[in-house]
């Protein structure tokens, strides 16, 4: 079992809402990483982080946003939700960058 | 556009049978991966191959790799009811290889 987390599993919400999903590692890993997921689909990477203040955008275009303030913790924030974001977001980290990462068990966004 | 393409997208089989799913991509890379993805859930990884390696087993797992075709194989022996999943390559370019990214996905499912 992969010591990362997050939360919710599942949020249902509404149009124009803002909401943040979080993603927590104990292994201590510079490398964390949001994917973008539909059902029966590949992964497209939205997000990533080397490590503390760095943050940059994926080969996927995202309107959400990430911090990396603390080495365990890369939340993931919609200002405005919309239907067109719902999708499953799986976050992972990695000891180093380009070798085996450990994936949470995603958080499935329906955006009503 | 994805790395990584899976062939074939969807294989069923018998318990007790192998089955083979292949991986192609485009561009040079520093090693390859694969990953297990149970519905709905987060990825679990299986193996990682780099590219001055042609054949790595783990289990009842057998990967091969062959660069100048820039294709991989991932064959699984004796296949069981619990290996029913979505099967995905990943790929860790060479020269900066900090964006691994994964192919399309082969479903797989395992009739007991």
């Known amino acids: 079992e992969a010591d990362i987390y997050q939360t919710p599993r599942y949020l249902v919400i509404g149009t124009g809402k803002k909401i943040t999903l979080e993603c927590s590692q104990t292994m201590g890993h510079d490398k964390m990483y949001w994917y973008q997921q539909d059902p029966g689909m590949e992964l497209h990477l939205i997000h990533y982080?080397?490590?503390?203040?760095?943050?940059e955008k994926g080969d996927l275009s995202s309107e959400s946003t990430v911090s990396r303030i603390r080495t365990e913790h890369f939340p993931l924030t919609l200002e405005s939700a919309r239907p067109s974001h719902t999708s499953q977001y799986l976050c992972a980290s990695s000891p180093r960058a380009g070798l085996e990462a450990f994936f949470g068990q995603g958080t499935r966004l329906t955006v009503v | 556009s994805q790395q990584g393409e899976e062939d074939p997208q969807a294989l069923s089989i018998q318990e007790g049978e192998n089955a083979t799913m292949n991986c192609s991509y485009k561009?040079?890379?520093?090693?390859l991966q694969w990953y297990r993805q149970n519905s709905g859930r987060g990825l679990v990884h299986l193996i990682l191959i780099r590219s001055n390696e042609r054949e790595k087993h783990s289990g009842r797992l057998r990967v091969t790799l062959d660069t100048s075709k820039k294709s991989s194989s991932l064959l699984i022996t004796a296949s069981r009811a619990a290996d029913t999943a979505s099967y995905f390559c990943a790929t860790a370019p060479s020269g900066g290889y900090q964006k691994v990214t994964f192919g399309t996905g082969t479903k797989l499912q395992v009739i007991p």
């Open positions: 982080s080397y490590g503390v203040n760095s943050t």
């Open positions: 561009t040079s890379i520093n090693n």
